[in-house]
């Protein structure tokens, strides 16, 4: 069995998605082939699930040179129309039904597929020294998780993230993927200890798919957030 594996999630060809102003398929082919080819060399087993059933010659070639390490899983959502976050849920469903990489792994690393983490490696090396379900970026009230990049075990989805999912996810009623995994998290905390921060922020490399904005690497942001992360871990750790 895999200690660990990564999953992109994909929407190459996001045709029924509102709000997206990272639409062109081209640009969405590019992000994602350039985050596989900075993922692949690091070793790691790779799923990359796609919900547009789009066709890509140029990711199919690099998955086939690399078929000892990536599984590329594609299908047609049908619930995007709802909203991106139903979209992803139905990517989670695909990959932990159909990929025999998460099917032997324990842990399970979630990327939003376009984006590259520079630091993930780091990431990584910290975690899987530790005993843990499911580690995020939670926000100080608790209330939001950000999901572009978490790593959990894959009961941790089955068992407490996929049930939130089903009962409170809703772009119409503004509450977002992404609150849906602070729900989860909070499921786990209720039954048992398992949830612990990232150890360090991840540094994003790539474009918001919202707005299409770069994101910018900045020495000061950096230092900003490193800072931020720590006293966030403190506090957490050690609660008043």
């Known amino acids: 069995m895999n200690k660990i594996c990564l999953l992109l999630t994909a929407s190459v060809n996001p045709q029924n998605t509102d709000g997206l102003k990272r639409n062109s398929v081209l640009d969405r082919e590019s992000d994602y082939y350039n985050a596989l080819v900075f993922y692949v060399?690091?070793?790691?087993?790779?799923?990359?699930?796609?919900?547009?059933?789009?066709?890509?010659?140029?990711?199919?070639?690099?998955?086939?040179?690399?078929?000892?390490?990536?599984?590329?899983?594609?299908?047609?959502?049908?619930?995007?129309?709802?909203?991106?976050?139903?979209?992803?849920?139905?990517?989670?469903?695909?990959?932990?039904?159909?990929?025999?990489?998460?099917?032997?792994?324990?842990?399970?690393?979630?990327?939003t597929g376009r984006l590259i983490v520079e630091n993930i490696d780091k990431i990584i090396q910290n975690l899987i020294k530790k005993d843990?379900?499911?580690?995020?970026?939670?926000?100080?009230?608790?209330?939001?998780?950000?999901?572009?990049?978490?790593?959990?075990?894959?009961?941790?989805?089955?068992?407490?993230?996929?049930?939130m999912l089903k009962k409170f996810l809703s772009?119409?009623?503004?509450?977002?993927?992404?609150?849906?995994?602070?729900?989860?998290i909070h499921n786990l905390m209720a039954h048992q200890n398992g949830f612990i921060l990232l150890p360090f922020y991840p540094k994003y490399i790539g474009r918001n798919g919202t707005t299409d904005k770069k994101y910018k690497k900045a020495f000061i942001k950096e230092i900003k957030y490193k800072i931020y992360q720590r006293i966030k871990i403190y506090f957490f750790n050690h609660p008043i």
């Open 41 to 111: 060399k690091h070793g790691i087993p790779i799923v990359f699930c796609d919900n547009s059933m789009f066709y890509s010659e140029k990711i199919t070639a690099l998955c086939n040179l690399n078929s000892n390490c990536i599984e590329y899983i594609s299908f047609l959502s049908k619930e995007s129309y709802l909203g991106r976050g139903h979209g992803e849920k139905e990517i989670f469903d695909y990959a932990h039904k159909n990929s025999e990489i998460i099917k032997n792994s324990e842990f399970v690393v979630k990327l």
């Open 132 to 163: 843990f379900m499911v580690s995020a970026n939670i926000s100080r009230n608790l209330s939001y998780s950000d999901s572009r990049f978490f790593v959990y075990k894959k009961e941790f989805y089955l068992d407490y993230f996929e049930p």
């Open 171 to 184: 772009d119409e009623r503004r509450f977002y993927f992404e609150f849906c995994l602070a729900r989860g």
